[in-house]
């Protein structure tokens, strides 16, 4: 059983039959809401609203080890997470999909391992290709076969949000080698790999990032809005054809 995990845009997943809620205790404090289960395509899958159902959690105070851990704790063998970015490389215009390869974290304060306490032996996890090579490609395979365009590969600079970026700040992620700009891929990609569950990523640009393009002068808040509609119903097809 695969996870979905969902973002800004995707709170719910249409399509899913013969859902059912179920709500899980873990050690490290309440998920972002409840795991919802049922069939996409008459596959089974689990779905978790990473900013709760009715997005209230910023990216800052989500509980993602809490979340990671419900979905281990369920059965689920991988994850594939949904979220909104903005675009820094000069490709990566509003509606563009990207299955991303790499990721840098300048998140701060965010409780980002399983491995602390006294109570716990130290564990080092190898992070060098932070999103499952199979993950990945099954995506990008199911883009093609339903002729989605998906880009392969680009470099997440998670930020710690939830406000927006200073255009200097962009360009200094521009020059560490970053391509798009979020706020909720680490530490999660991270707790995956601590749980052994492989995971991938379908970042959707929403917008330019600061000082990118059309945001020169200042991200207009009110057009992220219809992109995220359209790129959502794509990123939806993507899945359906993705878990068949």
């Not at 309440?30 to 899958?45: A, H, K, M, Q, R």
Request: aromatic share 6%.
């Amino acid at each position: 059983m695969i996870a979905i995990i969902g973002g800004s845009g995707l709170a719910r997943l249409a399509g899913l039959a013969h859902q059912r809620r179920e709500i899980v205790r873990t050690p490290y404090g309440d998920p972002s809401g409840p795991l919802t289960f049922g069939e996409l395509e008459n596959v089974p899958i689990a779905f978790l609203a990473r900013h709760g159902y009715g997005h209230t959690i910023a990216p800052h105070e989500i509980n993602y080890r809490a979340n990671v851990w419900a979905l281990k704790s369920a059965g689920v063998e991988g994850i594939v997470s949904v979220a909104t970015v903005g675009g820094i490389r000069a490709d990566f215009g509003p509606g563009v999909l990207v299955a991303p390869d790499q990721i840098i974290d300048y998140t701060w304060g965010r409780r980002s391992t399983y491995f602390e306490g006294s109570e716990n032996p130290v564990r080092h996890v190898d992070f060098t290709d932070p999103y499952d090579a199979r993950l990945r490609r099954r995506l990008l395979d199911a883009a093609r076969a339903e002729s989605i365009d998906l880009v392969d590969g680009g470099t997440y600079g998670c930020t710690q949000g939830p406000r927006l970026e200073t255009t200097a700040e962009i360009r200094r992620l521009e020059r560490d080698g970053c391509d798009l700009v979020g706020m909720t891929g680490m530490p999660e990609a991270a707790l995956a790999r601590e749980q052994d569950l492989p995971y991938a990523a379908v970042a959707v640009v929403v917008n330019h990032a600061a000082g990118k393009g059309d945001s020169e002068n200042g991200i207009s808040l009110e057009a992220i809005g219809p992109v995220m509609d359209q790129a959502m119903a794509r990123v939806r097809a993507l899945l359906a054809a993705f878990v068949r």
